[in-house]
T-cell receptor
Framework: EAGVAQSPRYKIIEKRQSVAFWCNPI?????LYWYQQILGQGPKLLIQ????????DSQLPKDRFSAERLKGVDSTLKIQPAKLEDSAVYLC?????????FGPGTRLTVT | QKEVEQDPGPLSVPEGAIVSLNCTYS??????FMWYRQYSRKGPELLMY????GNKEDGRFTAQVDKSSKYISLFIRDSQPSDSATYLC????????????FGDGTTLTVKP
């Protein structure tokens, strides 16, 4: 059974560099989420899409983070420029009627 | 003060033990309560989903919500080594489970 796919799985960059993460949700899921999970903490919602429209981006640091979901399927999350405090796991999740699934995440280390 | 506080753990129990995982919250507007299981280097997996106060049982897992005390629990009966994971509680105001406030997780180890 296909799940939520994310790439890359790991990324190490220096501060002030840029980075992009990719997510492919479960087929047919209209809603897509990006979360940030800092080590030892629960996930924090960054942005929620319904099809290709943004539903909630109230916790997205818009001065450095951006996200898009072209054609209502795949999504990318970008950080530019990265800060040390952006080191975290970035989780993508998708949901359909009565179900929600998370991807394995991208572990970002900013040095 | 965080909206959702979770017993930090870590918790280590022998196989077969009953495990109790707990969260408290401060916002009485929360209506939906979830428990997720997260294995190392994996994304969270939704285990239980309850609305308002009461109990819900699913196999070896029981979720309990006490809105008057702003306290929720997850009980695991006959714990197995495969239950070893981090358990996250989460709460939301509405059915938009994605916009949930998560606890910081309790790491459970079940020893054979």
């Amino acid at each position: 059974e296909a799940g939520v796919a994310q790439s890359p799985r790991y990324k190490i960059i220096e501060k002030r560099q840029s980075v992009a993460f990719w997510c492919n949700p479960i087929s047919g899921h209209a809603t897509l989420y990006w979360y940030q999970q800092i080590l030892g903490q629960g996930p924090k919602l960054l942005i929620q899409f319904q099809n290709n429209g943004v539903v909630d981006d109230s916790q997205l640091p818009k001065d450095r983070f951006s996200a898009e979901r072209l054609k209502g399927v795949d999504s990318t999350l970008k950080i530019q420029p990265a800060k040390l405090e952006d080191s975290a796991v970035y989780l993508c999740a998708s949901s359909g009627p009565g179900e929600q699934y998370f991807g394995p995440g991208t572990r970002l280390t900013v040095t | 003060q965080k909206e959702v506080e979770q017993d930090p753990g870590p918790l280590s129990v022998p196989e077969g033990a009953i495990v109790s995982l707990n969260c408290t919250y401060s916002n009485s507007a929360f209506q939906y309560f979830m428990w997720y299981r997260q294995y190392s280097r994996k994304g969270p997996e939704l285990l239980m989903y309850t609305y308002s106060s009461g109990n819900k049982e699913d196999g070896r897992f029981t979720a309990q919500v006490d809105k008057s005390s702003k306290y929720i629990s997850l009980f695991i009966r006959d714990s197995q080594p495969s239950d070893s994971a981090t358990y996250l509680c989460a709460m939301s105001y509405n059915t938009n489970a994605g916009k949930s406030t998560f606890g910081d997780g309790t790491t459970l180890t079940v020893k054979p």
